[in-house]
């Protein structure tokens, strides 16, 4: 028998009397799958997915307790008329030998969606540093209802199956607001000093504690350094530490987060642009101040053996992850059982926080099944009548179709052009911060090993050689090409003057060192991939300008990212150009770019201009499609082929048109 690989990871522990199978925790996500306050089937999977996979502590979602907060999307726990949606949860999760905790939250003066929250309560009269919104400023007696509130809604939970709670007091929430000198002016005996300041919280937890007794968890999530000047930086973290600590009997773990609703809040949710598990040597200081008490690792961990070296090295008792838990339910159970290769590894490109935010529900670029019924040990029934389905292209929609279609038992002829798979998302990869794409085609290539596809990599198709592979029907995930902009002449285009985005990046990838001069980077696109480039640029180049038509970038990534995208930019010297658009190239013999400025029709030279790229809207690449149907084929354009589309509208189509053949 092989010996355990994560010997700490899957070691059993206990938190306030509560015995947990393991040490892998899943971090509180927003899902968006809550109706009504009450549980849906897609929550449900979601908790037993997650639970069955081998996850032996599961936070929910922020959970509605208080008057100031009954949100229909978040579960009900406010009256006794909840317990019913509420005991189905914790069944779920317990039942299979997890832990499950209810998150005690309040987002007071703290908005990231678009707009301000006017039913917003606060510490002080101040706005949020995001969203600019002024909150109510709570009374005393509103404090305390509120306690009361939150320890009855605890008590309901506890009835209800669950094992306890976890107080999110970071990410700038209300909780933090309190602890925060920085949006906490009161002068009352919940401001002032840190004693003050902590009073709330403190309060809080002593009613939970006096509510639901023992054995109960309750675990705290606090501020580490959030970024904001005069806020808390970490030796405020690390008094507030201190002072809970006083009374660590009436806890049982402790947590760190970073960043607030603040131009910090990309610090929440840190990328491949940055160091990997980047707070852990700040969670290893704070701890200090109790270093009996439970702690837990959280940010930018990946990777089982990230979380092993973070439990033994003496940083943490447990592990949070968040987005890895979304992209793969079972990495817990294929982690434990050593089956590390076919994890769906997340790719931190922070896709799920957009679609809780501006979308309708909780969504991942690499798991196309979020919120499915056993989604945790997923396989696809399969076909009655298997057929040959030749899939032209190597991009990730093709892939995904490929090794969907391949596990339902049809045979699978895979074409691609290039000699790798990956398609533009393999470009990407190599772009800076784009690395953990490469889990995407990666999981998807070799998915489609182990279910027997045919891969012909390094063949440009053709009609005719499709044909000759007798198809049943054809996946065309041909891609797209970036449109040339009207005022590039067709002869800078014929020769490669003025090339495109991809182009660009193909080029720029297979240099080094830096020149003189401006490279001007037309931006058109919108997403991350524009921006990678961007940043691969000022490499290379000894100034670089971007400009858009649009009066801002990076319009089409999520908040959370684009702080992160202007942070890198505006500290790389990069010129942002907005509302305006290039004139004409006729400058150019002067080493110059004439901008018009697409309001007042203004024109700005930009200057020592020495290259010019540009990233624009795509067309399909689907030639194929007339002749292959013309010989009577089913054809069945998808991903950028259909229109061009977003990395999760991608791998989500690949998926559901393999299912549908």
């Known amino acids: 028998m092989s010996e355990q690989p994560y010997p700490t990871l899957f070691s059993p522990c206990e938190l306030g009397g509560v015995p947990l199978r393991n040490r892998l925790a899943h971090a509180s996500i927003v899902t968006r799958f809550v109706k009504d306050g009450e549980a849906t089937e897609a929550l449900l999977n979601y908790y037993r997915s997650r639970a069955r996979g081998g996850t032996g502590l599961i936070v929910t979602e922020p959970i509605a307790m208080t008057a100031w907060n009954r ?19 914790a069944d779920v999760v317990e039942n299979e030998g997890t832990r499950l905790l209810g998150q005690v939250q309040d987002s007071g003066r703290g908005r990231h969606a678009v707009g301000r929250n006017d039913g917003a309560v606060g510490a002080s009269a101040l706005p949020d540093d995001l969203s600019w919104t002024v909150p109510r400023v709570l009374s005393v007696d509103d404090i305390r209802r509120m306690i009361d509130d939150w320890a009855d809604g605890c ?49 809080l937890v002593e009613a939970i504690r006096a509510a639901c007794g023992r054995p109960f968890i309750i675990g705290l999530k606090l501020p580490g350094d959030d970024g904001v000047p005069g806020s808390i930086d970490l030796a405020g973290a690390h008094a507030i530490s201190a002072r809970l600590a006083q009374e660590a009997d009436r806890f049982d773990y402790w947590t760190w987060a970073w960043g607030a609703h603040a131009n910090s809040l990309y610090r929440h949710l840190p990328d491949a642009h940055g160091e990997r598990h980047p707070y ?17 690792a959280i940010g930018y961990l990946t990777d089982p053996n990230e979380c092993e070296t973070a439990l033994s090295d003496g940083t943490a008792d447990l592990v949070f992850l968040g987005r890895p838990l979304i992209t793969d339910p079972a990495f817990g159970r294929k982690a434990e059982s050593g089956r590390e290769a076919s994890i769906r590894y997340c790719v931190s490109c922070n896709t799920c926080w957009r679609t809780i935010i501006e979308g309708t529900r909780l969504e991942c670029d690499n798991n196309p099944r979020v919120g499915s019924a056993d989604e945790d040990d997923w396989q696809p029934v399969q076909v009655r009548r298997p057929r040959h389905v030749v899939v032209v292209g190597g991009g990730i929609a093709g892939l995904e179709a490929a090794h969907t279609a391949a596990r339902r038992g049809h045979r699978v002829t895979l074409v691609g052009a290039s000699e790798e798979p990956g398609g533009k998302t393999r470009l990407h990869a190599e772009l800076p911060g784009g690395e953990n794409l490469s889990s995407i ?9 182990r ?12 009609a005719d050689s499709v044909l000759a592979l007798a198809p049943d029907a054809v996946l065309l995930a041909t891609g797209a090409t970036a449109a040339p902009p009207a005022w590039v002449p067709a002869e800078y285009l014929e020769i490669g003057a003025v090339p495109d985005a991809r182009a660009m990046a193909r080029d720029m990838l297979g240099r080094s060192g830096r020149e003189p001069g401006r490279v001007v980077l037309f931006d058109q696109d919108h ?13 290379r180049f000894e100034a670089v300008s971007i400009v858009t038509p649009r009066e801002r970038i990076a319009s089409d990534v999520s908040l959370i990212n684009r702080q992160g995208i202007y942070q890198r930019l505006y500290a790389r010297g990069v010129q942002l150009v907005t509302s305006c658009t290039p004139r004409d190239l006729d ?47 089913e054809v069945i354009p998808i991903g950028d082929c259909r229109a061009p589309r977003t990395v999760l509208a991608a791998t989500r189509e690949g998926y559901e048109v393999a299912l549908a053949l």
Not at 167 to 191: C, K, M, T, V
Request: with cysteine.
């Open 587 to 633: 400058a150019l013999e002067e080493a110059a770019l004439d901008v018009v400025n697409v309001y007042s029709g203004a024109v700005t030279r930009l200057p020592d201009v020495v290259a010019v790229t540009y990233a624009t809207s795509r067309v399909p690449d689907n030639v194929l499609a007339a002749p292959l149907a013309a010989a009577g084929i």
């Open 441 to 449: 085609y990666d999981y998807q290539y070799l998915a489609g090993r």
């Open 280 to 296: 852990l040597d700040a969670i290893r200081e704070l701890r200090q101040a109790a270093p009996a008490m439970a702690s837990g």
């Open 451 to 462: 279910a027997g596809v045919d891969y012909r990599l390094g063949e440009a198709a053709t």
């Open 155 to 203: 008590r309901r939970l506890k009835a209800a199956g669950f094992s306890g709670v976890e107080i999110s007091a970071g990410h700038g929430h209300l909780f933090h607001q309190f602890l925060s000198p920085w949006s906490n002016r009161r002068e009352d005996a919940y401001g002032g000093d840190l004693e003050g300041r902590t009073r709330f919280l403190r309060e």
């Open 71 to 89: 949100v229909p999307t978040r579960l009900r726990a406010w009256d006794d008329g909840a317990l019913d949606s509420l005991q189905r949860c």
């Open 527 to 539: 997403t991350e991939m524009t921006y990678a480039l961007a940043e691969l640029l000022t490499a």
